[in-house]
């Protein structure tokens, strides 16, 4: 059970717009930490897709965007593209009373039809 | 251009202790950054397990914390982690990864804590 809480898939054909829930509480989210976005094709390592809920990295193509409000995030993706098809992860900061850490969202899993 | 290399056994017997190392070329171990290891189990999602500061502090993941141990060799540039008393859920890709703990954004900078270089990943089997 991930802290932050994603759609186990989503699916679009190309050409749309798709976007990714990512679904915290008042101990991470809510509590104003950021949140960040990581793309993971298969076979590779996780890369940072956008930090500071709404930054890209240099590279990273302005079809991707990031938004936050109140204790949820969304990642949107627009002009689907067949290499778009990968995992999604969100990632922010967890504070409680059994301790702090970064915390992951369970991943989803985008499907370009 | 960070890059970062784990090495270490691919197989360890439960009950062992897991030991991986991270090599950090590009960079150097002694900026403002923290590093860290992240798992994930086959077909399953990303665990931060910890992460370690130049000076030698470190933050652990409390559901791991019992059992795990980060440092770092800054002569060698790089850092280690250690988990003990494995199991098969322990079974996962190994990442190692630099942390950016602040960003600036439109004239501000902000506290981030983001992973922003990854390693290519190692998988660590525990099976006897």
């Known amino acids: 059970q991930s802290v932050l809480t994603q759609p186990p898939s989503v699916s679009g054909a190309p050409g749309q717009r798709v976007t990714i829930s990512c679904t915290g509480s008042s101990s991470n989210i809510g509590a104003g930490y950021d949140v960040h976005w990581y793309q993971q094709l298969p076979g590779t390592a996780p890369k940072l897709l956008i930090y500071?809920?709404?930054n890209r990295p240099s590279g990273v193509p302005d079809r991707f965007s990031g938004s936050k409000s109140g204790t949820s995030a969304s990642l949107a993706i627009t002009g689907l593209q067949a290499e778009d098809e990968a995992d999604y992860y969100c990632?922010?900061?967890?504070?409680?009373?059994?301790?702090?850490?970064?915390?992951f969202g369970g991943g989803t899993k985008l499907t370009v039809l | 251009q960070v890059q970062l290399q784990e090495s270490g056994p691919g197989l360890v017997k439960p009950s062992g202790t897991l030991s991986l190392t991270c090599a950090v070329s590009?960079?150097?171990?002694?900026?403002?950054?923290?590093w860290s290891w992240v798992r994930q189990p086959p077909g399953k999602g990303l665990e931060w397990i910890g992460e370690?500061?130049?000076?030698?502090?470190?933050n652990y993941n409390p559901s791991l914390k019992s059992r795990v141990t980060i440092s770092v060799d800054k002569s060698k540039n790089q850092f280690s982690l250690k988990l003990s008393s494995v199991t098969a859920a322990d079974t996962a890709v190994y990442y190692c990864a630099r942390v950016e703990a602040l960003y600036c954004s439109g004239g501000s900078c902000y506290s981030g804590y983001y992973f922003d270089y990854w390693g290519q990943g190692t998988l660590v089997t525990v099976s006897s």
């Open positions: 590009g960079g150097s171990i002694s900026s403002s950054n923290w």
């Open positions: 990632q922010s900061y967890d504070s409680s009373l059994s301790g702090s850490r970064e915390v």
């Open positions: 500071g809920n709404s």
């Open positions: 370690i500061y130049h000076s030698g502090s470190t």
